[in-house]
Structures are given as structure tokens and as C-alpha cells.
T-cell receptor
Framework: DAKTTQPTSMDCAEGRAANLPCNHS???????VYWYRQIHSQGPQYIIH???NNETNEMASLIITEDRKSSTLILPHATLRDTAVYYC??????????????FGTGTRLKVLA | DAGITQSPRHKVTETGTPVTLRCHQT?????MYWYRQDPGHGLRLIHY???????DKGEVSDGYSVSRSKTEDFLLTLESATSSQTSVYFC???????????FGPGTRLLVL
């Protein structure tokens, strides 16, 4: 059962910020939010993750609401190469001590020239 | 790419035949995962491994078995392939002590 909800598709002008929303209203207190993207049919590529604080790295920023029920991935200056499917994922623990990802269906971001 | 290769990259097979997909990693990672990706479903976890001979089921494990007899290889077997198992299969690894999964290039399987 997917624990995340994302819009099916979005467009963004090249050079502008792309803001991709995600709802995860049933997330538990110790479950992380991860973002990956998939370009064409390649394997998913890690972008960023967080628990409750906002996070930033060289690729993107992640804003998580205080109640943790939603988050937004921000690509500050989108380029044509950012055209991809973006997945918001909840990471949950398993009884064997590792973690598994629960993927949603993703947002198809198209960056327009 | 975390040293992950998958083989074969493409396969066409017939219903009822056995199929084995291989995930190979060169960096001695403890945790390995098999996912399938289908339109409208994102990626779904089939099985995962947390060490040699240690495996567990994911969300969609029916019809699949796995084996991990050595650290570097994680095998996914379809004992008797069905058309519903036509999909793209991704392997992933996680470094011990790390928090992020890294994915392989995928295997496209078509079951006729």
C-alpha cells in the first residue's frame, strides 16, 4: 500500500524553480521521506532524504511540514536534464533490521525550454 | 553506480518456463533488494536480503524465489513464468551503516 500521493505530472520552465509536492499523511514518527528520480528507463537515482528538518544538498532542497504529513522537493534552477519521473518514498523498518522503500506512482516533471 | 550489474538486460521467454535474473555487486554490500516496475505502480519490493542466506519477502513475492549464496550475487527466480510477470526488474543495494539504496540498470522481461 503506497503511503505517498503525488500529482501525476507537472511542467516547469527552464531556469525556474520546480516545486514537487508529496502527501504522506499516514507517515509514522520514525519513517523517513526519500526522493528519487528516474530518467527514461534507467534505475532510480537518489536525490535527498529527511525526517523532520528541512534538508539541502547540491541537487535539491526538501521542505517537510511541521506535522510531517507532506513535503516538497525543490529543484532551484531546473534544466532540461531534470526532465524525469520523481518519486516520493517513505522508508519503513522491517523485522529483519533493514529498511524497505514504499514507492508512490511518481510525478512526471517536464522542463520546458 | 555502486558497482551493480544486472543480467540479462533483456529477456523474452514463454509462459511456464523458469527464468533466473542475476544481480551482481562488486563492493561487498550487505543489503540487496529486488523490485519490479510496472506502469501505474512505481516500484514494488519483491524480496530482499540482509546477508548471505538471509532473505525475506517484500510486497509482491508470490511467484518469485531468491537465493544469496555469496555476498556479491542475489538471484531472482521465476519458477514458472506467467504473463503477469512481464515487467522491468531492478536490483538495489544498501551500504551497511548507510541509509540510501542504489539501483542497478534494470532487466526488461517479456513473458509471452
Amino acid at each position: 500500500d503506497a503511503k505517498t500521493t503525488q500529482p501525476t505530472s507537472m511542467d516547469c520552465a527552464e531556469g525556474r524553480a520546480a516545486n514537487l509536492p508529496c502527501n504522506h499523511s499516514t507517515i509514522s514518527g520514525n519513517e523517513y521521506v526519500y526522493w528519487y528520480r528516474q530518467i527514461h528507463s534507467q534505475g532510480p537515482q537518489y536525490i535527498i532524504h529527511g525526517l523532520k528538518n528541512n534538508e539541502t544538498n547540491e541537487m535539491a532542497s526538501l521542505i517537510i511540514t511541521e506535522d510531517r504529513k507532506s513535503s516538497t522537493l525543490i529543484l532551484p534552477h531546473a534544466t532540461l536534464r531534470d526532465t524525469a519521473v520523481y518519486y516520493c518514498i517513505v522508508r519503513v523498518g522491517t523485522t529483519s533490521g533493514t529498511y524497505k522503500y514504499i514507492f508512490g506512482t511518481g510525478t512526471r516533471l517536464k522542463v520546458l525550454a | 553506480d555502486a558497482g551493480i550489474t544486472q543480467s540479462p538486460r533483456h529477456k523474452v521467454t514463454e509462459t511456464g518456463t523458469p527464468v533466473t535474473l542475476r544481480c551482481h555487486q562488486t563492493e561487498n554490500h550487505r543489503y540487496m533488494y529486488w523490485y519490479r516496475q510496472d506502469p501505474g505502480h512505481g516500484l514494488r519490493l519483491i524480496h530482499y536480503s540482509y546477508g548471505v542466506k538471509d532473505t525475506d519477502k517484500g510486497e509482491v513475492s508470490d511467484g518469485y524465489s531468491v537465493s544469496r549464496s555469496k555476498t556479491e550475487d542475489f538471484l531472482l527466480t521465476l519458477e514458472s513464468a506467467t504473463s503477469s510477470q512481464t515487467s522491468v526488474y531492478f536490483c538495489a543495494i544498501k551500504r551497511a551503516g548507510g541509509e540510501t539504496q542504489y539501483f542497478g540498470p534494470g532487466t526488461r522481461l517479456l513473458v509471452l
